[in-house]
C-alpha cells in the first residue's frame, strides 16, 4: 500500500516489477485489497485495457495508523547493526541507485534510437 501511496495510481504490472512476483500473486493480492475497500481500480484514461490501482481514503487511513509500527519495526531491524555498518550500507545503497539512474537513462536512449 506504500508503493501505492507513493506512486498515486499505479499498474498492476507497477506492483510485480517492483515487488518481483508473479502479475497472478499481484492479482490477488489487489483482489482483497479492493475488497476490503482499501484500493479502487479505475481504468485508464488513455488505454482503457489498464486499470490504474490507487488507495481509498480508508486505504490512507489504515497505511496512516500503521505507520508508528512500521517506524518501529524498522528500528527494530537495523539495531542488528553497528552505526559504522549503517553508514557503509547507505553509502552502498546510494551507488547503486546511483548506477540504477544511469542504466535507466541507457535503456531510455537505447529505446529512443530504435523509434527513429
Given at each position: 500500500m506504500s508503493f501505492i501511496d507513493r506512486g498515486g495510481k499505479v499498474r498492476s504490472t507497477d506492483l510485480a516489477e517492483a515487488f518481483g512476483f508473479a502479475?497472478?500473486?499481484?492479482?490477488?493480492?489487489?483482489?482483497?485489497?479492493?475488497?476490503?475497500?482499501?484500493?479502487?481500480?479505475?481504468?485508464d484514461l488513455n488505454d482503457r485495457r489498464v486499470k490504474q490501482i490507487s488507495l481509498t481514503a480508508l486505504g490512507e487511513e489504515v497505511l496512516?495508523?500503521?505507520?508508528?509500527?512500521?517506524?518501529?519495526?524498522?528500528?527494530?531491524?537495523?539495531?542488528?547493526?553497528?552505526?559504522?555498518?549503517?553508514s557503509e550500507l547507505a553509502a552502498l545503497l546510494r551507488k547503486l541507485n546511483s548506477r540504477l539512474g544511469e542504466l535507466e537513462e541507457e535503456l531510455a536512449d537505447a529505446g529512443g534510437r530504435g523509434k527513429k
Open positions: 502479475p497472478r500473486t499481484i492479482t490477488e493480492a489487489v483482489d482483497a485489497l479492493e475488497r476490503d475497500g482499501m484500493v479502487l481500480r479505475e481504468p496512516k495508523a500503521s505507520e508508528p509500527e512500521r517506524t518501529r519495526f524498522g528500528n527494530r531491524l537495523f539495531e542488528a547493526l553497528e552505526q559504522d555498518e549503517i
